[in-house]
């Protein structure tokens, strides 16, 4: 494992740097993201301020020349900003609407006994990252950290070794019936424990933790983040409830192992297990087991049910994805290490001490998580029907294949298409994290147009078919190649603010915060497992879709907000299924 991530090290010191596209290139394809989602006149009056906005001389060109001088005396000109923006000043509850929960497969256990003994051997993930300063920075950085909430801003607190001075944390917290443990998982030789000493811990936890009436910490962490900023500041009044907390913070990553909940049909089942690992199913379910700042949260639930949660200010999706990857590589291999005969300290439970106040901080974030969870809609189903494989017989970009699918699904369900974000990693790039790639083209909206049209023949659907999906195809590469717009736009905005500048019109315009109003977010997890990602929509009236394609089949799930009249997950999955049959009887025809 150490060798793998030695070599990303190596991948990511050669990194270049994130370049700064060039204004007038972004402009313009700004311009181009919009038309497919504006009316003429708005069209109009938005190009208007754009071409002010970008005339040589012009505010654009000043702020560029500043994000320039920026690129080169920071290790990258926007992943701090973006960070800031999109995570740390967001206010919204990390529940639902930020963390996304990866569903992994079900494994074949379904007693307890093998429900520990499968993160006996997860844990092994812990040792690459002990004391190595991988320049790689976010793999370690995953580790042995947490978002720390503000009453007006979170910040992120790393607890990791940077430097060869510091001990790094060598215990991770293992949370059952709202109960938190802090467990060591390195012997006091430094050695790691092997499976069978994890395996013979996580029993005494086990047997520490039947139920009782412990309040469910963890949820106060679901709250609005300027509600939980402030009853954290409560909390932690009382030293006993710093040390826990500290413990839970500082912890290698945690472990929430949750009890089995109710048996439904096989059908369903795939959905409420996502759900599950995003949020714990509710208050008197498993929710309490979480702590939804902690940046990795392992979850394992007795039926075969686990996956991992993941808070997105230290990383997103990509490296998340690596990581899992080694990880359940490693826990194909055997454990070689035998185990010292030594005596192991009891885990460390950990107590907090709850008085009237945060009693009732308690009482009210249960409240607002259930009415959360009760608003959610999730469908996660598995299309069967062709993976990867279809698409590229017809030398088409599988993802592309199906974002263009997920636009004609939407505007079949909803007469219009609509601000649609797919991410792409920046990881390419010192310091990168993501951009977004706006997928509707001009290309797929001719395509949508044409395709339930019964006088337009197949050929010439076939033909809008691959102009589409290619557009879409040549927005990746751009992106990729660190040519995206939406960064670059941010970038210039909070230029702006820095400088102390009133914010450009161009930021003001309706047509921009139409465009930015994601109703449907995408996300693909290119993961070699059957795993399933999930998360909630970034508006009230939108769609999250995600989705990991495999070669014969391809993983869906689906979110919508039960209070949305317009929106519903079930009819978009129906809808997209459907979409995914046509579009293969429009390429592979069987008549
Ligand atoms: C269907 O396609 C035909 C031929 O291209 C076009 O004339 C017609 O306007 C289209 N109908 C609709 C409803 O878009």
Redesign the pocket.
């Known amino acids: 494992l150490q060798a793998v991530l030695r070599q990303e090290q190596c991948l990511f010191s050669s990194a270049p740097p994130q370049p700064v596209p060039p204004l007038s290139q972004t402009l313009q394809r700004y311009l181009q993201a919009l038309e497919p989602l504006l009316p003429p006149d708005e069209l109009a009056h938005t190009r208007r301020m754009v071409h002010e906005f970008g005339r040589p001389g012009g505010l654009g060109s000043q702020l560029q020349q500043k994000l320039e001088f920026r690129a080169k005396h920071t290790k990258n000109w926007i992943t701090d900003w973006w960070v800031q923006c999109a995570y740390l000043a967001n206010r919204e509850p990390l529940a639902v609407h930020s963390n996304p929960a990866i569903s992994l497969p079900r494994r074949d256990f379904n007693d307890w006994r093998s429900q520990l003994k499968l993160m006996s051997g997860g844990k092994l993930a812990s040792e690459h990252m002990r004391g190595r300063p991988l320049c790689m920075e976010l793999y370690p950085l995953m580790f042995s950290s947490c978002r720390i909430p503000g009453p007006k801003h979170d910040s992120i607190a790393h607890y990791g070794t940077y430097g060869r001075s510091r001990r790094s944390p060598t215990h991770i917290t293992v949370v059952r019936n709202y109960q938190f443990f802090q467990l060591e998982v390195y012997n006091s030789d430094g050695s790691r424990m092997t499976e069978s000493q994890i395996h013979a811990q996580l029993l005494r936890i086990r047997s520490q933790s039947w139920k009782t009436d412990k309040e469910p910490m963890g949820i106060l962490t679901s709250e609005h983040r300027h509600t939980w900023g402030a009853a954290y500041n409560r909390l932690l009044r009382d030293k006993i409830n710093r040390a826990s907390v500290r413990a839970i913070e500082t912890g290698l990553f945690s472990l929430c192992l949750d009890s089995p909940v109710m048996r439904i049909s096989d059908e369903k089942y795939a959905s409420r297990k996502a759900a599950q690992v995003l949020h714990g199913g509710g208050t008197f379910s498993n929710s309490g087991n979480r702590w939804f700042d902690k940046t990795l949260q392992f979850v394992v639930g007795e039926d075969g049910s686990w996956g991992l949660l993941y808070e997105q200010a230290t990383a997103e999706g990509p490296p998340v994805a690596t990581l899992l990857h080694h990880i359940l590589e490693y826990c194909e291999g055997p454990d070689p290490k035998r185990a010292p005969l030594i005596p192991l300290p009891m885990p460390k439970k950990l107590y907090f001490y709850i008085d009237p106040e945060i009693k009732r901080d308690i009482e009210l974030a249960k409240q607002n998580l259930d009415i959360l969870i009760n608003d959610l809609d999730v469908n996660v189903f598995n299309f069967k029907r062709f993976g990867k494989e279809l698409p590229k017989r017809h030398k088409l970009s599988p993802n592309a294949f199906i974002q263009v699918a997920l636009q004609l699904a939407y505007y079949r369900v909803h007469n219009e298409v609509c601000p649609s974000c797919d991410i792409a990693s920046q990881r390419m790039f010192k310091g990168g994290r993501t951009e977004y790639i706006r997928s509707p083209t001009k290309e797929a909206l001719t395509f949508v147009?044409?395709f339930d049209?019964?006088?337009?023949s197949k050929e010439?659907k076939r033909q809008l078919f691959r102009e589409a999906v290619d557009a879409y195809a040549a927005l990746t590469d751009l992106a990729l190649k660190g040519h995206g717009i939406d960064r670059h736009l941010l970038g210039l905005k909070l230029q702006a603010i820095e400088q102390g500048l009133s914010i450009p019109k161009m930021f003001m315009d309706t047509g921009y915060g139409f465009a930015t109003h994601w109703k449907l977010r995408t996300g693909q997890v290119p993961a070699n497992t059957d795993s399933v990602i999930c998360f909630g929509p970034l508006v009230p009236d939108g769609y999250a879709i995600c989705y990991n394609p495999q070669a014969d089949h391809v993983h869906f799930s689906i979110t919508a907000f039960n209070c949305c009249e317009e929106t519903n997950a079930e009819t978009m999955a129906m809808t997209v299924k459907n979409t995914l049959c046509d579009l293969q009887e429009l390429l592979e025809p069987t008549i």
């Open positions: 147009l044409a049209n019964r006088s337009v010439v």
